[in-house]
């Protein structure tokens, strides 16, 4: 199932329309967000305790939220903020 902007800003907190689109056209699932969300957050540490590097949809979630964060000044909420979900 396609994610809707509202599944995307559970995860994410408020982005614009065009980020949003971005992701939706992924097709990827609110799981696939999810994990992207954390390997931005622990890349490193996850690597350290021998997690392969994301593939597929999670590794194209990660690429959009990078340019995003690059780009457009966008940052995703951490882990310890109320807006994350688990």
Do not use: C, F
């Not at 599944?7 to 990827?28: S, Y």
């Not at 390997?39 to 990078?66: F, S, Y």
């Amino acid at each position: 199932m396609t994610l809707t902007r509202n599944a995307i800003e559970r995860v994410l907190g408020p982005i614009d329309e065009h980020l949003a689109a971005e992701i939706a056209a992924t097709e990827a699932t609110t799981a696939d967000l999810t994990t992207a969300l954390a390997w931005l957050e622990a890349d490193e540490a996850r690597v350290n305790e021998g997690d392969h590097l994301p593939t597929g949809k999670v590794a194209e979630l990660i690429g959009i939220l990078e340019t995003a964060d690059d780009e457009e000044g966008y940052s995703p909420p951490s882990p310890q903020s109320e807006d994350w979900v688990k």
